[in-house]
C-alpha cells in the first residue's frame, strides 16, 4: 500500500479531488490532510472524507522536527502540497527527495515566488494582460515555487477576464489534472 500525506492551507477542494481519485483503491491510500490553519475548509471535507487531520502551529514546523519525523515514522511515499501557504523546512525537503509535489494557479516561472499564491497570482495574471495562464505542478524544493516542473496545462486568459474568471478557468485544470498527475508521479511514471 502507497501513502498520500495532503498538505492544505484553505478550502481543500484540491485535496478532496485528490482523495476521491484514489478511493477503493487498493494500493493507494490517502493516509493523513496536515494543515497549518484550525479554520481551514480542508478540514471539514477530511471529517466527511474519514481521513486523519493532523494540525501545527508555526513554531512546531519551523522549529522542531517533529513533522518529518513523524511522516518518515507513517513511510509516507509521495506528500502532496494542495494550496499550502507556507514554505517547506530545509530538513523535511531533505527528508523526501523528489517526494514532496506542489501546484501552483499559474504558468511558472511566472507569476511565482514568495507571496503570489492564491488570489494574488491570479490578480497578478490580469494586470499584466496576459492572454494565457494555467497550472505548473512541480517538485518542491527549499525556495517557492522553484522546484523541477513536471506537467503545465494552459487556459486562454481574454481581455475582460476579471481576477475571479481567471481562478475559475484555472481550478478547472487543476481538479482535471492534479489527481491524475499524482498517481503517474506516485507509479513511477513521470
Ligand atoms: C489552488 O488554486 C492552488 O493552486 C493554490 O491555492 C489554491 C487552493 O485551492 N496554491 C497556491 O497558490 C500555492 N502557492 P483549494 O484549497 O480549493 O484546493
New binding site residues.
Given amino acids: 500500500m502507497k501513502r498520500i500525506v495532503l498538505f ?8 478532496e479531488k485528490i482523495a476521491d481519485y484514489f478511493v477503493g483503491n487498493a494500493d493507494v491510500e490517502v493516509s493523513l490532510i496536515v494543515s497549518n490553519n484550525p479554520k481551514a ?2 478540514i471539514e471535507r477530511a471529517r466527511r472524507l474519514h481521513i486523519p487531520v493532523l494540525l501545527f502551529d508555526r513554531k512546531t514546523f519551523y522549529d522542531t522536527n517533529r513533522i518529518t519525523q513523524l511522516l518518515l515514522n507513517q513511510n509516507v511515499d509521495l506528500i502532496v ?5 507556507w514554505l517547506m523546512p530545509a530538513d523535511l525537503v531533505r527528508a523526501f527527495p523528489n517526494k514532496i509535489v ?4 499559474a504558468l511558472l516561472p511566472k507569476f511565482g515566488g514568495k507571496g ?3 488570489h494574488f ?1 491570479h490578480e497578478a495574471v490580469v494586470a499584466a494582460g496576459e492572454t494565457e495562464s494555467g ?1 505548473t505542478i512541480h517538485y518542491v524544493n527549499e525556495h ?2 522553484e522546484g523541477q516542473i513536471i506537467f503545465q496545462a494552459h487556459c486562454l486568459v481574454v481581455p475582460t477576464d476579471t481576477p475571479d474568471d481567471v ?1 475559475k478557468k ?2 478547472v485544470l ?1 481538479h482535471e489534472h492534479y489527481p491524475r498527475i499524482v498517481a503517474e508521479v506516485l507509479a513511477g511514471l513521470i
Fill in positions: 492544505a492551507s484553505g478550502s481543500g477542494s484540491n485535496a475548509g480542508v502540497l494542495a494550496g499550502f501557504m506542489n501546484i501552483h494557479p503570489m499564491y492564491g497570482v497550472i517557492y515555487d481562478a484555472v481550478q487543476e
